[in-house]
């Protein structure tokens, strides 16, 4: 039978697995999220900070992703369960793109805009949240996505440390020699990747025409 | 911030100097602004003018001397207390490109927790008084022209009816017949208002209209400081410089009531 026919017939199955894929990615993505914007809006603050931040959530992505599985299997409360293990690793993972987009976005903001504010009287936090957050959306979202679609991806890894999820259908049907299985497990984790990106890719290009509407996205009301 | 009174200048500089990068901007600035009094800080570019500006909202702090406003240091001022008394003009308005030109205006009102309705009814006062539709309210500003743009920027500036004004090339970036409109229009603001005003621009012609002072600036020192009318008369040579400068055109341009009595 072809792979859509085996993914009928264990449905209950793919339906757990894919559950399981999104939680893990999804904590994932969201843990990275709280860590990684501020951060980033940190190091915008603390200009002596961005190399050494950055620089270490880029080491951290050059870790193969199974070594991290690896590195953190040890380790007290987190190596216990495969899931805790996984979603850590995952959201460590998923810090780079978020912190540096954060920082880029924060950056490119037109810094005469900013000025105009403070000098108006705005202070540090109304500024930020006014001004710099909101015009720097687009690009932090676009870091968000790119978190979201990672994660996604590296979490069909998750199943070789017990963590579940898509992957579970993957490494079996390795080991079986069985493309079905593999395809019952590869195919809606691309889906689901693809899937993410498209409607977080939806909310970014709104924010991003924020910044500089013009009177034909006005009047089409994007 | 409470009105100055009519002896204390509402702008000071006390042997003003700024540095940065042990390069000094500004040295030695020994000028003083009162409340109704619109002084012009002419000079090219480098001169130190928007440095000197910059001064009097406390984005920059002198590296010796004092700067005061309404009797008190800058350093002493709490900064955003002081900067929300002081509007604040640059090219092209500035504008929050994500905010619409209604809530561009309302901004310092928003922040001074102002009620509502006297947030929109100062709003529409506001766009009546710099001339433009209350249609206009709830577009963004990249669907303004430039014109229309640098008078919510004014709008902008006066909202929270703040006593001092402080305007960076204003309309430099105007096309010369809006230019000219604004100009006329700044100035019969300014009469009715009766604010300190700062205006920085290098234009002769401007300056001649708008002025009660002018402070010609050049590399970072104060060259002369005049009444407008004393300005146009005087021998001094980067003065007469300025004046040839601007000669090359139809005399129409500088204004005849500037260059003889008093206004």
């Known amino acids: ?62 870790i193969p992703s199974l070594a991290l599985f690896g590195f953190l299997l040890p380790a007290p409360w987190i190596g216990e369960r495969g899931s805790r293990l996984a979603i850590l690793a995952l959201a460590l993972y998923a810090l780079l793109p978020l912190i540096r987009n954060t920082y880029a976005g924060i950056r490119s903001v037109d810094p005469a805009v ?34 979201a679609v990672l994660a996604i991806g590296l979490a069909t890894i998750a199943a070789a440390i017990g963590a579940g999820g898509l992957g579970e259908f993957i490494f079996r049907g390795l080991a079986m020699v069985n493309n079905q299985v593999i395809l019952a497990g590869a195919v809606p984790a691309a889906l689901l990747a693809l899937f993410a990106d498209f409607v977080i890719g939806r909310l970014e290009r709104r924010l991003g025409s924020l910044r500089s509407k013009s009177q034909f996205e006005q009047e089409i009301n994007i | 911030m ?33 409340q109704g009094e619109t002084l012009v800080l002419l000079g090219r570019s480098g001169s130190g003018k928007t440095t000197t500006l ?33 509007g604040y003009v640059i090219q092209d308005g500035g504008l929050f490109p994500h905010f619409t030109v209604e809530r561009n205006i309302a901004l310092v009102p928003r922040i ?90 290098h234009d002769l012609r401007e300056a001649l209209l708008l002025a009660d002072r002018i402070a010609l600036m050049e590399e970072g020192r104060l060259i002369v400081d005049l009444p407008v009318a004393e300005f146009s008369r005087s021998q001094h040579p980067l003065v007469r410089a300025y004046v040839e400068a601007f000669s090359g055109l139809p005399d129409e341009s500088l204004p005849d009531e500037r260059l003889s009595g008093p206004h």
Not at chain 1, 116 to 141: C, H, K, N, W, Y
């Open chain 1, 114 to 147: 900013v000025e105009a504010g403070r000098a108006m009287g705005l202070t540090d936090r109304q500024l930020l949240f006014q001004v710099e957050l909101p015009l720097a959306s687009g690009v932090i979202v676009a870091g968000l996505r790119i978190a």
């Open chain 2, 112 to 201: 001074e927790n102002w009620p509502r309705p006297r947030i929109e009814e100062r709003v529409r006062q506001l766009l009546a008084t710099v001339g433009l539709n209350v249609e206009l309210a709830s577009r963004y500003p990249s669907q303004l022209s430039g014109g229309q743009r640098q008078r919510v920027g004014v709008a902008r500036a006066l909202a929270a009816d703040p006593p001092i004004l402080i305007l960076d090339e204003a309309f430099g970036a105007l096309d010369p017949i809006t230019r000219s409109e604004m100009q006329k229009e700044f100035r019969a603001l300014q009469q009715r208002m009766r604010k300190a005003v700062i205006f920085v621009t």
């Open chain 2, 54 to 86: 910059k001064l009097i909202n406390r984005l920059l702090l002198p590296t010796t001397g004092d700067v005061r406003v309404n009797g008190r240091r800058t350093a002493d001022w709490d900064p955003i207390r002081l900067r929300r008394g002081i």
């Open chain 1, 1 to 62: 039978m072809n792979f859509l026919q085996f993914m009928m017939a264990n449905r209950q199955q793919v339906l757990d697995l894919t559950l399981e894929h999104i939680t893990l990615a999804g904590v994932a993505t969201v843990l990275a999220a709280l860590v990684g914007i501020p951060l980033g809006i940190l190091i915008t603050r603390i200009p002596q900070l961005s190399k050494p931040v950055l620089g270490g959530a880029n080491i951290i992505q050059t």
């Open chain 2, 2 to 34: 409470t009105d100055a009174s009519t002896f204390e200048p509402a702008i000071e500089f006390d042997h003003a100097s700024f540095c940065l990068n042990g390069r000094a901007l500004l040295q030695d600035l020994v000028l003083s602004v009162q």
